[in-house]
T-cell receptor, first 116, second 113 residues
Framework: GAVVSQHPSRVICKSGTSVKIECRSL??????MFWYRQFPKKSLMLMAT?????????EQGVEKDKFLINHASLTLSTLTVTSAHPEDSSFYIC????????????FGPGTRLTVT | DAKTTQPPSMDCAEGRAANLPCNHS???????VYWYRQIHSQGPQYIIH???NNETNEMASLIITEDRKSSTLILPHATLRDTAVYYC??????????????FGGGTRVLVKP
């Protein structure tokens, strides 16, 4: 099956700093990538949808200036949490869709962000 | 996309079949039923999906009622590694929809020895 990777798997950063999370589709070209956030014992919440070469579409309530998404190539999307605060500590998960008639979404393993 | 209702949790015995119900009474004719699961601290894993016929693969079986208002995911022989949160999602599969997967609360399944 299609493989999606995320890097790093865990990251600890200090309050006020920025952290970048990478999402890569390893064996397919992803025309669309999705970013989710998950708090402990809660379900996944979609943050934004990005299409390669276009600006991301953010869900209601998600600050686009705080969560910068770049989808510059068909195999890489990045999520940058800017000026991170402890309340941004969460599990961030990306997923990717190939397009071209294949509408399935493949999920990455997630990135655990802890802001101290 | 239609909303789904699942029991918040259930236990099942190792080696026995686990039957996970999902209610999707407002499902539209062009919406598929998808099941994913999420093992602790991992990304969601696709299990199975169907439109109106029952489906089976190496992981599970999906039984969809004739009126499509509910479905059951069956894990035929549950193992301890099947302990996870199982999500039932209904969605339209077409390019224009963006194919967003909207996750509900899911069912937290605990497989006990």
């Amino acid at each position: 099956g299609a493989v999606v990777s995320q890097h790093p798997s865990r990251v600890i950063c200090k309050s006020g700093t920025s952290v970048k999370i990478e999402c890569r589709s390893l064996d397919f070209q992803a025309t669309t990538m999705f970013w989710y956030r998950q708090f402990p014992k809660k379900s996944l919440m979609l943050m934004a949808t990005s299409n390669e070469g276009s600006k991301a579409t953010y869900e209601q309530g998600v600050e686009k200036d705080k969560f910068l998404i770049n989808h510059a190539s068909l195999t890489l999307s990045t999520l940058t949490v800017t000026s991170a605060h402890p309340e941004d500590s969460s599990f961030y998960i990306c997923s990717a869709r190939a397009g071209s008639g294949n509408y399935e979404q493949y999920f990455g393993p997630g990135t655990r962000l802890t802001v101290t | 996309d239609a909303k789904t209702t699942q029991p918040p949790s259930m236990d099942c015995a190792e080696g026995r079949a686990a039957n996970l119900p999902c209610n999707h009474s407002t499902i539209s004719g062009n919406e598929y039923v998808y099941w994913y699961r999420q093992i602790h601290s991992q990304g969601p894993q696709y299990i199975i999906h169907g439109l109106k016929n029952n489906e089976t693969n190496e992981m599970a079986s999906l039984i969809i009622t004739e009126d499509r208002k509910s479905s059951t995911l069956i894990l035929p022989h549950a193992t301890l590694r099947d302990t996870a949160v199982y999500y039932c999602i209904v969605r339209v599969v077409r390019a224009a929809a963006g194919n967003k997967l909207t996750f509900g609360g899911g069912t937290r399944v605990l497989v006990k020895p």
